[in-house]
């Protein structure tokens, strides 16, 4: 009836649907109100003889049987038509019924039980779980068999010391702990009431995180037994007595690798946004240390985050000169990132973010800087001034 209001069965699913797609995960868990009452909207007498046939044909669809619930109907007396049997609602007494409704009931069942098995395992996970309903209701037995198993060993070794590999867990292995490290994170976090990471969560002991440097002094290298190229844990190089005069950042591999011999000097490289590291190594505190990353807006941000670190830092061919001197050689960057408040770059540098920005040279203009020629880069790392000897 396109002059009214009124329900028919259709849309009736159709609304109980979105309900169903807002609500389950609150109704897993005990949720909702009950009775869920939906209102049909019966047509008005004015409507009803406008087109009565319509209005027949709309009373006639709620007579057969459609699902479950109850449907309540009303008696009208109008002038014109005199006596008439209405549906005015319906009632739906759980959240089965309204999975009935929809076509959801064998999904629901699956969560539902699912949700009581853990929920009886696991108490403190029954409120939780309720933000896991698709994933209770659509994974195989064998998953949701993995997730109790993991669930149930970290709970009874809290601080194994384990790496995740060596779980002794039957049917998983790191790739299904990555995969499920989310849930694993939210389901373990109540039960051992513990907040964090899954490392900090479940006792586990982290992979070291590696980071390289080359040793561009005979000195330095000297004080390393000889060795000029170096990939060891943070912890590691953090503990080497080295002193260098002179330190380098730089964003990608390759353009370590170039580097040659400069009195006092070292370099890293291919850390990209994770420069948290180097406020981790005590002796970068007192040599310059120069980051040269792309000269984009994301190494621009890579800079202002490194100097969370070390404040001190400072940039090195990340400048307006640069960009505009290798105008031919400008890339286009995929995902420039929007207006930020980049607290640690200088004034210049943050004019420079702006630009790039409200794109003052082109669009989203990116350069590289493995497109740099190396003997102007060279000219420039060459001449940084380290601050003493490094013996």
Partial sequence: MTTTRALDPRAVSARLRTHYRNRRREWLVGGGDWPLAVPLHPP??????????????????????????????????????????????????????????????????????????????????????????????????????????????????????????????????????????????????????????????????????????????????????????????VEEIASLALRPTRVFIVENLQTGLAFTDLPGTLVFMGQGYAVDVFGAIPWLRDPPCHHWGDLDTHGLAILNRLRSYLPRARSLLMDETTLLDHRDLWGQEPKPLGPQDLSHLDAAERDLYAGLVSNRWGTSVRLEQERIAWDYAWERISSSAPIRDSS
């Fill in 44 to 233: 008005t007498e004015r409507e009803a003889a406008r087109d009565l046939e319509a209005a027949r044909a709309w009373i006639a669809g709620w007579q057969a049987p459609h699902g479950p619930g109850e449907l309540v109907w009303t008696e009208r007396t109008w002038p014109s038509l005199g006596r008439q049997r209405l549906p005015e609602r319906l009632l739906l007494h759980d959240p089965e019924q309204v999975a009935d409704w929809i076509g959801e009931r064998e999904c629901w069942t699956t969560a539902v039980v699912r949700h009581r098995e853990l929920s009886r395992r696991f108490p403190p996970l029954a409120s939780r779980l309720g933000s896991h309903y698709d994933w209770l209701a659509d994974s195989t037995d064998t998953e949701v068999e993995r997730l109790g198993a993991v669930l149930a060993y970290l709970f009874e070794h809290p601080d194994s010391g384990h790496y995740i590999r060596q779980l002794p867990i039957s049917g998983v292995d790191s790739k299904w702990i990555s995969a499920n490290r989310a849930r694993v994170i939210d389901l373990l976090r109540p039960l051992l009431d513990r907040e964090g990471d899954l490392y900090q969560v479940a006792g586990l002991r982290r992979e070291p995180v590696l980071l390289r440097m080359r040793l561009l002094d005979p000195k330095l290298r000297a004080a390393v037994g000889g060795i000029g190229d170096i990939t060891a844990p």
